[in-house]
Nanobody, 124 residues
Framework: QVQLVESGGGLVQAGGSLRLSCAASGSTFARYAMGWFRQAAGKEREPVAAISWNGGRIYYADSGKGRFTISRDNAKNTVTLQMNSLKPEDTALYYC?????????????????WGQGTQVTVSS
């Protein structure tokens, strides 16, 4: 079992930046690939970025390539998503996820454990 708590969401103007953080507890963090997903109103949840257990493999959805950076600190049990050059279409509820199979780093749109989400709103 892994418990995930996201933080760092908020309201930002287009072109601005936000840094999302996810704190994990309850199990060996380094056993899991970690990812960020998002769900906009009226749309399905979609992957944003993912990172393997040791950071050796990183996945970015096309929507965030060149703007978003995912990183993890296994000593602190945290994963972060730095989001720059935000656009109104980035507005969504952002979820942290943990995947023991490592498949989310290949763009798999599923994981075993999920946080409650943090809202990101980008105004135009």
């Amino acid at each position: 079992q892994v418990q995930l708590v996201e933080s760092g969401g908020g309201l930002v103007q287009a072109g601005g930046s936000l840094r999302l953080s996810c704190a994990a507890s309850g199990s060996t963090f380094a056993r899991y690939a970690m990812g960020w997903f998002r769900q906009a109103a009226g749309k399905e949840r979609e992957p944003v970025a993912a990172i393997s257990w040791n950071g050796g493999r990183i996945y970015y959805a096309d929507s965030g390539k060149g703007r978003f950076t995912i990183s993890r600190d296994n000593a602190k049990n945290t994963v972060t998503l730095q989001m720059n050059s935000l656009k109104p279409e980035d507005t969504a509820l952002y979820y942290c996820a943990a995947d023991p199979t490592n498949l989310i780093v290949y763009g798999r749109s599923a994981a075993d454990y999920w946080g409650q989400g943090t809202q990101v709103t980008v105004s135009s």
